[in-house]
């Protein structure tokens, strides 16, 4: 299995600031991707990240508002750029241990955009 | 687009009953995965079940491919089971595709 940390677990920001939300595993994963999840609805993958490579965006997100690195094999970033109350919600991080293998998730953060 | 239905979206439960909680994906799925999520939102992986029949524990899961479903049995209820369901399919290879839930409530 893999394990995932995230950090923060959660922040409160004002409209128009940026944010960063940092995911970490315990061991080296081909593959993160960042999922957002509105209250009492369902996940949403927003991207696709992968060591060395631009973020691969899904529809509705975009590198502007929502960049992502992804420096090495166990860590990830997301920013979330001019925070919006829309942006309210929580961000998960996953990965697996490659293709269609189980996938496992971060603990998530918990985001209040006011 | 993919989609996944979850049925029923909401259980109510006494404690010690079974539970049966249905997933049904739009299209031929080669991977299917059901996880929990407990009332603070954190998410656990329960099974990965791509066809067949798997246990764990007091969960099992049927999953009849061609059909496009999948079942999520939980027997022997506690109030810990307390959470909501997701079940999410693979598609394009790596992307999973979640379900609306079934918001489950285990009463004492």
């Known amino acids: 299995s893999v394990l995932l940390y995230q950090k923060p677990n959660r922040d409160i920001c004002q409209s128009g600031t940026s944010l960063k939300i940092q995911c970490v595993a315990d061991?080296?994963?081909?593959?993160m991707f960042w999922y957002q999840q509105f209250q009492e609805q369902s996940l949403m993958l927003m991207a696709t990240?992968?060591?060395?490579?631009?973020?691969?965006?899904e529809s509705g997100f975009t590198k502007d508002k929502f960049p992502i690195s992804r420096p090495n094999l166990t860590f990830s970033t997301l920013t979330v750029n001019n925070a919006r109350p829309g942006d309210s919600s929580i961000y998960f991080c996953s990965s697996s241990l490659g293709g269609q293998d189980t996938q496992y998730f971060g603990p998530g953060t918990r985001l209040l955009v006011l | 687009g993919q989609q996944v239905q979850q049925s029923p979206a909401s259980l109510v439960l006494q404690e010690g009953e079974n539970a049966e909680l249905q997933c049904n994906f739009s299209?031929?799925?080669?991977?299917l995965q059901w996880f929990y999520q407990s009332p603070g939102g954190s998410l656990v992986s329960l099974l990965s079940?791509?066809?067949g029949t798997k246990h764990t524990g007091r969960l099992t899961s049927t999953t009849v491919t061609k059909e496009r479903r999948s079942s999520l049995h939980i027997s022997s209820s506690q109030t810990t089971d307390s959470g909501t369901y997701l079940c999410a399919q693979f598609n394009m290879g790596y992307k999973l595709t979640f379900g609306t839930g079934t918001s489950l409530l285990v009463d004492p």
């Open positions: 061991s080296q994963v081909v593959s």
């Open positions: 079940n791509p066809s």
């Open positions: 299209s031929t799925a080669t991977q």
């Open positions: 990240a992968n060591e060395g490579s631009e973020a691969t965006y």
